[in-house]
């Protein structure tokens, strides 16, 4: 494509794009967890953004169609379609019988992207996608390495940042406070990061006080409020410290 203006096919191309970003966009907002949901949300909006400057220079619209087409997979719904809802659209029909067929297509799909990506803009995204498959998959070391290559090889970067994050919540997930932990404080301590510290504190401890760890509960919301005095989460971090005994400031 040369500079200037879009020729129609390159904007019906273009058009698709963003089509296949909001559906996605829509499915995680509507599907995930909080945490969840931001990082799926973040990757989403960070991946609209790179396909739009990137795809207005013209390069690699292949590599682009193909990440589309990957990511797409990945988010698709599996298993039985939901029961039509009179007072909403009709869902989408299910694209996998399993969530085991559904990962499975999706990490080949990344699998080869990454191949062809490498040294691209591109590259880290799929790896990082590539990671997520394998733990869906029951592959944690494989997953663990991939985001641990990531958080290194692009540090300084959201992808880093989503490596670290992933890893965290995965560690959560299993009880491993300590490894997940020592993932979320590296993302506190990175200035540079966009990733919503906030969240993070408000539900970390979160994660301690269900685990009946009350101390480390409010030192957490004690920081949040004085770390984010302007933050959404801050009256819930307060309410939280008020019903524990505890003065906010």
């Known amino acids: 494509m040369s500079g ?16 296949t970003m909001n559906r996605i966009l829509k499915y995680v907002v509507d ?46 719904t599996a298993g039985e379609t939901p029961a039509a809802d009179p007072n909403n659209p009709a869902p989408e029909p299910s694209r996998y019988k399993t969530d085991l067929e559904k990962f499975t297509d999706a990490e080949k799909a990344f699998t080869e992207l990454s191949a062809k ?10 790896r990082y996608y590539e990671g997520l498959c394998r733990l869906e998959l029951g ?24 490596a670290l994050l992933s890893m965290a919540e995965s560690y959560l997930a299993e009880g491993n406070t300590e490894k997940a932990t020592e993932n979320y404080e590296k993302i506190l301590k990175d200035a540079k990061t966009s990733l919503p510290k906030d969240e993070i504190l408000y539900s970390l401890a979160e994660h301690h006080l269900n685990k009946k760890d009350k101390a480390k509960a409010i030192e957490l919301w004690k920081r949040l409020v004085k770390e984010f005095p302007d933050s959404k989460v801050k009256p819930r971090a307060e309410s939280q410290l008020t019903e524990l005994g505890e003065k906010a400031g």
Do not use: C
């Open 4 to 19: 200037g203006r879009l020729t129609r096919k390159e904007m019906v191309q273009e058009d698709q794009i963003h089509s």
């Open 31 to 76: 599907n995930s967890k909080l945490l969840l949901g931001i990082l799926a949300a973040f990757v989403v909006v960070s991946l609209a953004i790179f396909f739009w400057s990137d795809y207005r220079t013209g390069q690699g619209q292949e590599l682009q169609s193909a990440y589309g087409k990957a990511l797409e997979k990945f988010h698709a």
């Open 117 to 126: 990506a490498k040294g691209t803009a591109l590259y880290p995204y799929s």
């Open 139 to 162: 592959k944690k070391s494989d997953f663990t390495s991939i985001m641990e290559q990531l958080a290194q090889s692009e540090s300084g970067s959201e992808v880093a940042s989503l």
